[in-house]
């Protein structure tokens, strides 16, 4: 008889956590949702922060319906956002709550880093890292000449998915690929720059050495073993940041291939065997982050779901609810309008209407406003699937092979109107699925370090045989 081996993996977002059980046995591969949970920023006074303690339960709870499932776990693997992270002392007191990655206290802090440490060229040759407000160098940089107490009186910071493995199990670890997100690591020693932190005046004492995608952390503490039955449960820090255990799990046959991870974010780009870094790489702001077996994610941020997010919840207010179902098929029903938007324009960052926003932004531009919601939704997707050719485009020219297919994962995957305009727009097959990359990813890899898979591409070869993957060619107008 095969023996079945049973991994949880906790997929956390900025506006959603959900747990993911998956099976295996033998060559069979099978996956539910065990559990799901809201997650969003909380506002206090002026700033903006993760509740860490509120996802921490949730975890818990979790764990707890398991073990009145019975359910005997091999292991726990856990994902989320990058960048933000949490101060612990060294009695192990965690200081503060994370700030949040679109709290504005970063706002203008990379002009001032430029001014006041190294120019933005200097920086980009040292690291690879995109050049945003909130990357973990800039929150840092702040932080300390803000004298912020919680981070004074830090004996270690750890990056959310750390943080969350710490409160789990009382070990520390900092997961490379989560790390790699910061803008404060060496892009040859995979280990944080030293110079850099000391010349930007950030305690060089607060960093753990960085360990590698597959390392166990520790166990459960042995009282949330007793509490929630699961017994002391290894927990792996797996690729902790979301996009690599996303990319993971992309079902690609070979290297020519590019990714959208498509979610609140849209992040797309391609697998490298080293950093791409140069003048160009840099001027188009393009970013060059870790992934698993020593591969690089050469990609770039853009604005996606987050604009629809943030229309919804402004027409909820007004009493217009929608799915994304209906939503799909309002914009279908206003595909010809015209009006086009940049979803990188900082203008959307972070408005108090994101709808009445991008109505003053066409308005602006000279172009067509929207006249109803249906609309609104047309442009948006319209604009990404503009954006996503743009940025295809500027991939081809950096990437060491040809990019034959783009591969559409995460929760975007499942909106077939997009997937359409953007085969259109890029003129190269586009295959959606699974939508559930990020956590599949972060199952593999625990799977991986069971030694159950092989690599990379038998991690993907599994999600071939598993998953239906939904094929988009484009059609020629």
């Known amino acids: 008889m095969e023996q079945s081996h049973n991994f949880l993996a906790f997929d956390c977002g900025a506006t959603s956590g959900r747990a993911v059980l998956g099976c295996f046995s033998g060559s069979s591969f099978s996956t539910r949702e065990v559990y799901r949970f809201p997650n969003s920023i909380c506002r206090v006074g002026k700033r903006y922060y993760w509740d860490i303690f509120q996802i921490y339960g ?9 073990g009145r499932e019975g359910v005997k776990l091999d292991s726990i693997g856990i994902d989320t956002w990058g960048v933000d992270f ?27 880093f430029f001014r006041e440490v190294m120019p933005r060229e200097e920086l980009y040759a040292a690291t690879g890292i995109q050049i945003m ?16 107490a919680a981070l004074g009186g830090a004996s270690s910071i750890l990056f959310i998915p750390d943080l969350l493995s710490w409160m789990l199990t009382g070990k520390k670890v900092c997961e490379y690929t989560d790390a790699s997100t910061s803008g404060l690591m060496d892009q040859e020693s995979r280990q944080f720059n030293q110079e850099l932190l000391r010349r930007a005046g950030i305690r060089t004492d607060i960093l753990l050495p960085v360990v590698q995608p597959g390392t166990i952390v520790g166990t459960l503490r042995p009282e ?19 996009t690599a255990s996303a990319v993971a799990a992309v079902p690609a046959e070979d290297e020519h291939f590019a990714y959208l991870s498509s979610g609140t974010w849209s992040l797309m780009g391609i697998e490298v ?3 791409v870094i140069n003048d160009a790489s840099a001027a188009a702001n393009f970013t060059n982050e870790g992934g698993i077996e020593g591969t690089t994610r050469f990609l770039k941020n853009i604005t996606g779901m ?11 207010a007004c009493g217009r609810e929608y799915g994304y179902d209906l939503i799909v098929r309002m914009a279908e029903s206003a595909k010809a309008f015209s009006g086009r938007i940049n979803p990188d324009d900082p203008r959307f960052a972070n408005p108090a209407d994101m709808d009445r926003e991008i109505k003053a932004a066409l308005l602006e531009s000279g172009q067509a406003v929207p006249a109803n919601d249906a609309e609104t939704s047309a442009c948006i997707f319209h604009s990404l699937a503009s954006r996503y050719k743009e940025l ?6 950096f990437a060491p092979f040809e990019i034959r297919k783009l591969h559409i994962i995460g929760g975007g995957a499942a909106n077939s109107l997009l997937n359409q305009w953007t085969a259109d727009e890029t003129g190269i097959p586009v295959l959606a699925g699974p939508t559930e990359a990020t956590a599949l990813g972060n199952l593999l890899l625990q799977a991986r370090c069971a030694g159950l898979v092989r690599d990379r591409w038998g991690m993907r070869g599994v999600i071939r045989q598993s998953f239906n993957v939904q094929i988009f060619n484009p059609i020629t107008r």
């Open 133 to 148: 407000d909130f990357n973990t160098i800039f929150q840092l940089y702040a932080q300390t000449r803000a004298g912020d």
């Open 306 to 316: 987050w604009l629809l997010e943030q229309c919804r919840k402004v027409w909820s």
């Open 273 to 275: 065997p080293a950093p």
């Open 392 to 397: 295809l485009t500027m991939l081809q020219g």
């Open 86 to 112: 949490g101060c612990v002392a060294s009695d192990d007191t965690l200081l503060s709550l994370p700030r949040a990655y679109r709290d504005p206290y970063t706002s203008g802090v990379p002009a001032r």
């Open 58 to 66: 949730h975890i818990l709870e979790c764990l707890r319906v398991l």
């Open 224 to 242: 949330i073993a007793m509490e929630c039955g699961l017994g002391e449960v290894p927990v792996v820090a797996v690729a902790g940041h979301d």
